[in-house]
């Protein structure tokens, strides 16, 4: 089974620029967390999706958006870039109910550098 | 807002030696705990979780974990360490309610010399 896959796996923007991230769940999964982890943090919490409904918000400005689509899957969209939000952002999918309910599997992530 | 302290940002030890990685959490209720682990160049991955029942939990790779609900403490031990194991370690709290979400520690980079 395919794991969690995230496009693009590095992306370089300047900035002032927008940038859309994509994110595919573990086939079956319905829920999607999106986290931030920069050079020598733990992840972030910045959102989590499930059934196409924004369950939960972490401490990002306004810039940071994202939306689940009817198969799951999901974007992640940040606007007019600052050099602070270069970091590694990952996805991470979870089944709700059952005995996998609540652990997330996490992508590779995508790399974003802005210049 | 639950948070999470992980003692240690850098361990060094020498093949076979024993392990033991420190994590506090701070929050009052009831909470799932998880230790992740990231291989250098690979995807952060899960080790071990506790959910309720025995504190005493087994992960993969010989990993293991203790719950001390009295020291709000979820610390991760090997007795013996390989230079495989070589990664960063993230302990992280979820309040056991609701779509509540993983909150990860700052990681300890070990490092395990052959």
């Known amino acids: 089974d395919a794991g969690v896959t995230q496009s693009p796996t590095h992306l370089i923007k300047t900035r002032g620029q927008h940038v859309t991230l994509r994110c595919s769940p573990i086939?079956?999964?319905?829920?999607v967390s999106w986290y931030q982890q920069v050079l020598g943090q733990g992840p972030q919490f910045i959102f989590q999706y499930y059934e196409k409904e924004e369950r939960g918000r972490g401490n990002f400005p306004d810039r940071f958006s994202a939306r689940q689509f009817p198969n799951y899957s999901s974007e992640l969209n940040v606007n007019a870039l600052l050099l602070g939000d270069s970091a590694l952002y990952l996805c991470?999918?979870?089944?709700?109910?059952?005995?996998?309910?609540?652990?997330?599997?996490f992508g590779a992530g995508s790399r974003l550098t802005v210049l | 807002a639950q948070s999470v302290s992980q003692h240690n940002h850098h361990v060094i030890l020498s093949e076979a030696a024993s392990l033991e990685l420190g994590c506090n959490y701070s929050?009052?209720?009831?909470?799932?705990l998880f230790w992740y682990v990231q291989y250098p160049g690979q995807h952060l991955q899960l080790l071990l979780k506790?959910?309720?029942?025995?504190?005493l939990v087994k992960g993969i790779k010989g990993f293991e974990a203790e719950f001390i609900k009295s020291k709000f403490s979820f610390n991760l031990r090997k007795p013996s360490v390989q230079w495989s194991d070589t990664a960063e370690y993230f302990c992280?709290?979820?309040?056991?309610?609701?779509?509540?979400?993983?909150?990860f520690g700052k990681g300890t980079m070990l490092l395990v010399s052959p």
């Open positions: 506790y959910f309720s029942g025995d504190p």
């Open positions: 991470a999918s979870s089944s709700v109910g059952g005995s996998g309910a609540n652990v997330l599997t």
């Open positions: 929050y009052g209720g009831t909470v799932n």
């Open positions: 086939s079956g999964h319905k829920s």
């Open positions: 992280a709290v979820r309040k056991n309610s609701g779509y509540s979400t993983l909150t």
